[in-house]
């Protein structure tokens, strides 16, 4: 409603047609508006611990509000100063295997997305997709006893794909880790357009927006 009101107080005022749906993702004083942390009336962000996370992060891409979104909750809340630290090169980024760089270089190396998760299950454990999501159910829910049935087929599928048994074993244990806290993309993407173009709108209209 208030994206609707804002974009219609636009074409009233300004006459100006905003094709809200297909903003540039890569504007510029949208970034900055976050960098700065003027989120007060931005969907999802403008609580005082994600303010100070984005003044500490300085998002730059999208990609970046879909993590802010997926970490700030109670079980990832652990890993954003690794987050911090990595895409700010504090931090170097390291992957057990060549293989993963294409998997978890958006989220700097950390499995963050249910996603990821069910991708590295089909790319280094030999999973079929459909086998891969449920995994992914198994891990979200936390079920020990389904997720010590999964690891042998995962190291076995692994040894299929010539892989160091001991590399597999550390990419399950991170992948166990993971269970703690992982979140699914598609949603925290889905949010985090909303967020996007709230923050847009506060950054080009704001008198329009906060109106």
Request: no cysteine.
């Amino acid at each position: 409603t208030v994206i609707k009101n804002a974009v219609n107080f636009i074409k009233e005022s300004n006459s100006i047609t905003l094709d809200i749906n297909n903003l540039p993702l890569n504007d510029k004083q949208t970034y900055e508006l976050l960098m700065r942390a003027d989120t007060d009336g931005v969907f999802q962000l403008e609580s005082d611990g994600m303010k100070d996370i984005m003044k500490n992060l300085k998002p730059d891409r999208i990609e970046d509000v879909i993590a802010l979104i997926a970490l700030y909750r109670p079980g990832p809340m652990k890993m954003v100063p690794e987050f911090i630290s990595r895409k700010q090169g504090k931090t170097k980024i390291s992957y057990e295997l060549p293989e993963l760089e294409a998997i978890l270089k958006e989220t700097y190396g950390i499995i963050l997305y249910q996603e990821q998760v069910m991708q590295i299950a089909s790319v280094i454990g030999n999973y079929s997709m459909a086998e891969a999501d449920t995994l992914r159910k198994v891990m979200s829910k936390k079920k020990s006893t389904e997720m010590d049935k999964e690891k042998p087929k995962f190291l076995d599928g692994a040894k299929k794909h010539k892989i160091n048994e001991n590399k597999a074993r550390k990419i399950w244990e991170q992948m166990e880790t993971f269970a703690e806290y992982g979140f699914n993309k598609s949603h925290s993407t889905a949010y985090a357009m909303i967020s996007y173009q709230t923050a847009y709108l506060k950054a080009h209209y704001p008198v329009a927006f906060m109106a």
